[in-house]
């Protein structure tokens, strides 16, 4: 404003990326990020990938704003391939002769009833010649019946009903998790929930082995997560973010405030000192000047003021008053306290020695001869008949 009455806006230059709305507050401004972003500025792209989302060994592919994309195994979909597919409604299977279809994993299968076989049911069986057992089944042949040698997993007079193959196994998978057979190995493996691993999915997953935490912070492992405990100076879900520790405005007096790692450091303005520079010092305490200098405190600590004949911050310096050449005529100059003296030259006077001579005021030309005086010295012009200096 024209009288400086109106604070300045620190989100009219728009700081907040990523559609990040910007506040202000006491110490500056700071960023409501949307979802998806974090950071002073909302300039982090948070990897969605890092929770594990996808399910049932599902591959996460990480996307911009705040998106991701599973790629399920076979027999799962969803989003987080959460859902196991069902072949049997998807493709409309019938399965004829008053047959059953079941769900398998990557596919489906018909439940025949007896006498019938095929992908649909839809061929009779004659004992073991129509191979009446399904399922990897043995047939025994006799004269009037056949009986079936069931593979694991399966039971019945055909070998036709799924039983829980991991408990015939002994296998019991941790709750929350699931168990399949494998026809082809003919055996039975438990599909973890998310955050487990092992056999019987009993083995929570370390996720700080693949942690993001920065800044010398320690990762805590949760069950699929896992939290960054930061170390001073730092904030942020990952410790990214360093806390800028003159935002609270510490130092006083005019001090300049310099962030550091974890704390702040002053650098105080003359005559004030202190973690904080609010202990005003009394430097003439000290008695700083010399030479009979006096003391006076001023805004930039204090100043001395120096007798003649001295100078400098702490009236150190002796003034050489010899040094603006006082002395002429080639006299010598020989510095004293606030004064100085002058050694003249033979035929030089004065206090500068700016004073020559007069020889001739002595007389020494006689005989009515014209005395010419000189430096140093005189001559005699002498008038005629005589001569001699």
């Known amino acids: 404003g024209p009288f400086c009455e109106e604070p300045r806006d620190p989100c009219a230059s728009q700081p907040c990326l990523n559609e990040g709305i910007c506040q202000y507050n006491q110490s500056g401004y700071v960023c409501d990020c949307p979802s998806g972003f974090l950071g002073h500025n909302c300039e982090i792209d948070i990897n969605e990938c890092s929770s594990r989302p996808c399910q049932n060994r599902g591959t996460c592919i990480d996307l911009p704003n705040q998106n991701y994309n599973c790629r399920c195994m076979p027999g799962f979909t969803g989003k987080n391939c959460e859902e196991v597919i069902d072949y049997c409604r998807l493709l409309s299977i019938n399965c004829l002769n008053e047959g059953l279809c079941l769900n398998i994993i990557g596919g489906f299968t018909c439940l025949c009833p007896h006498d019938f076989t095929g992908e649909f049911c ?118 990214e973010v360093e806390i800028n520790e003159c935002s609270s405005s510490p130092c ?103 004073i020559n001579f007069d020889e001739c005021t002595y007389g020494f030309c006689k005989n009515e001869s014209t005395c010419l005086d000189l430096v140093a010295d005189y001559r005699c012009v002498c008038p005629p008949g005589f001569t001699g200096k």
Request: aromatic share 10%; hydrophobic share 25%; glycine share 10%.
């Open 122 to 239: 839809k061929v009779r069986i004659d004992n073991c010649v129509s191979n009446s057992c399904e399922n990897g089944g043995t047939c025994i042949g006799y004269e009037d019946h056949f009986k079936c040698t069931c593979p694991i997993g399966f039971e019945g007079e055909r070998c036709e009903h799924d039983i829980d193959a991991c408990l015939f196994n002994n296998i019991s998978c941790a709750p929350g998790a699931l168990c399949f057979y494998d026809e082809e190995n003919q055996s039975s493996y438990c599909v973890c929930a998310v955050g487990w691993i092992g056999k019987t999915c009993l083995e929570n997953i370390d996720e700080c082995e693949l942690n993001q935490c920065q800044h010398g912070a320690t990762c805590e492992d949760g069950i699929n997560k896992y939290s960054c405990n930061c170390v001073s100076g730092y904030e942020g879900p990952f410790c």
């Open 252 to 354: 006083k007096n005019g001090a300049t405030c310099m962030d550091l790692s974890g704390h702040f450091s002053c650098h105080c303005t003359a005559g004030f000192k202190g973690e904080t520079c609010s202990v005003r010092m009394n430097e003439c305490t000290d008695r700083p000047c010399w030479n009979g200098g006096t003391c006076e405190e001023d805004i930039s600590g204090f100043k001395c003021n120096c007798p003649f004949g001295f100078s400098g911050q702490y009236c150190e310096i002796e003034m050489n008053e010899c040094d603006s050449a006082p002395c002429l005529n080639g006299a010598v100059c020989q510095n004293d306290v606030n004064s100085y003296d002058c050694f003249c030259p033979e035929g030089s006077e004065g206090l500068n020695c700016e």
